[in-house]
């Protein structure tokens, strides 16, 4: 994917608000964000009119194949050797000037290694080495066309997988057996695999919100928790559904309902300009008022992209303010130690002033009940 060169932009626009001369880019998926590099190894060097990309020999062709309209650098030998000679390369000096790094990114080990080079400087080469926090992230929160269309491609994906492994579902099945056929139909239908461990608990586990697919065997009368997400090019998805194997009790059936409720109520109030604390207040207050607010206890939701878990978040005393054209989930629950749990998540982009959803895959009454699931199916094949 060719990179639009609208975020070197906007980042140089934020390190000119900031007063920062230049940025060091170490975490990878800000690498890949700003440069369109996949590889494994690399830093960037950002000033107001030029960026490079370091890296070792075993990425020089693959960087000039996947970034144009970045210097590579070549990297070689130890850093103490090569990041003097990278500050070189620039096209200013930045003797004095403020080189800030990623503190959320960089190691402690990592940090002393850059300033040991640095010192190896003269003096009036010298740049001060501060540190910076989320510039790069904050810019990720808000998706570009090709980010939203890739990130469809991956719900897209992941929506399929679901239908796939849940119409599959028969009592005896392990767990884990279904969290396989997650990650193969994704990967059958071009997707890089799972862009996380899939949560798959049956009946009393699921009242772990992150429990993780075992060797537990599902049983008929009881609810399973699916937390899955697929990967495409980089970007990920993520959704949750909570199905019946078997047909619905009236607890579940009760349960279930305030969770959906909860979750529409948040999608059809959530605007541009509000916190992620008074976002994740709608749902939690339609849950509490359904006599369930303890068993509510994690945050309605996140940002999404090249990372399961971005910016904004949708939590309580969040400060994340929501904006056009960010990605994010909203998934409510509720955990009954003993008995289970149920959560309902999608993906949604705000859009013209409002919450528009991405994510397709069925729920919401009948929908819940493995057997419905296995009719769609069958229809989506024919």
């Known amino acids: 994917m060719s990179v639009p060169a609208?975020?070197?932009?906007?980042?140089?626009?934020?390190?000119?608000?900031?007063?920062?001369?230049?940025?060091y880019v170490t975490e990878p998926s800000n690498r890949r964000y700003?440069?369109?590099?996949?590889?494994?190894?690399?830093?960037?060097?950002?000033?107001?009119?030029?960026?490079?990309?370091?890296?070792?020999?075993?990425?020089w062709e693959q960087i000039e194949r996947e970034c144009p309209g970045w210097r590579l650098f070549r990297a070689t030998g130890p850093l103490a050797e090569w990041?003097?000679?990278?500050?070189?390369?620039?096209?200013?000096?930045?003797?004095?000037?403020?080189?800030?790094?990623?503190?959320?990114?960089?190691?402690y080990a990592e940090y002393q290694a850059v300033v040991k080079a640095l010192d190896t400087l003269p003096a009036a080469q010298r740049p001060r080495f501060v540190p910076s926090h989320m510039l790069v992230e904050e810019l990720r929160a808000t998706k570009d066309a090709e980010e939203v269309a890739l990130l469809q491609a991956a719900i897209d994906l992941g929506d399929a997988a679901f239908l796939y492994a849940a119409s599959s579902i028969r009592p005896g099945m392990t767990e884990s057996e279904v969290a396989r056929l997650i990650e193969t139909s994704i990967k059958d239908h071009g997707g890089a695999g799972t862009s996380f461990p899939p949560i798959v608990a049956g009946?009393?586990?699921?009242?772990?919100?992150?429990?993780?697919?075992?060797?537990?065997?599902?049983?008929?009368?009881?609810?399973?928790?699916?937390?899955?997400?697929a990967l495409y090019e980089g970007y990920c998805s993520d959704l949750t559904r909570t199905v019946f194997l078997g047909t619905p009790t009236p607890r579940f059936k009760a349960v279930y309902d305030i969770v959906l409720t909860a979750q529409l109520t948040a999608a059809e109030l959530i605007e541009p300009g509000m916190t992620g604390e008074q976002a994740h207040q709608f749902a939690q207050r339609v849950i509490e008022e359904a006599g369930f607010?303890?068993?509510?206890?994690?945050?309605?939701?996140?940002?999404?992209?090249?990372?399961?878990?971005?910016?904004?978040?949708?939590?309580?005393?969040?400060e994340s303010r929501l904006e056009e054209g960010q990605v994010f989930s909203i998934e409510p629950g509720i955990y009954l130690s003993g008995w289970g749990g149920v959560r309902i998540e999608d993906l949604f982009i705000i859009e013209n002033g409002r919450c528009r959803p991405l994510s397709r895959a069925p729920k919401g009454g009948a929908y819940a009940e493995v057997a419905t699931l296995a009719t769609l199916a069958r229809q989506d094949k024919r």
């Open 293 to 318: 607010g303890q068993y509510f206890g994690h945050g309605l939701g996140h940002g999404i992209g090249l990372q399961v878990h971005e910016l904004p978040r949708l939590a309580p005393r969040s």
């Open 34 to 59: 700003l440069s369109g590099f996949t590889g494994s190894a690399g830093q960037l060097l950002i000033t107001r009119d030029d960026a490079l990309i370091a890296s070792d020999f075993r990425y």
């Open 203 to 229: 009946g009393a586990r699921g009242a772990m919100p992150h429990a993780r697919a075992g060797r537990d065997a599902l049983v008929e009368g009881e609810g399973i928790v699916i937390d899955m997400g």
């Open 83 to 107: 990041l003097p000679r990278l500050l070189a390369e620039t096209t200013i000096d930045l003797g004095g000037k403020q080189l800030a790094f990623e503190a959320a990114s960089l190691t």
């Open 6 to 23: 609208t975020r070197l932009e906007r980042l140089r626009a934020v390190l000119d608000a900031r007063g920062l001369d230049a940025l």
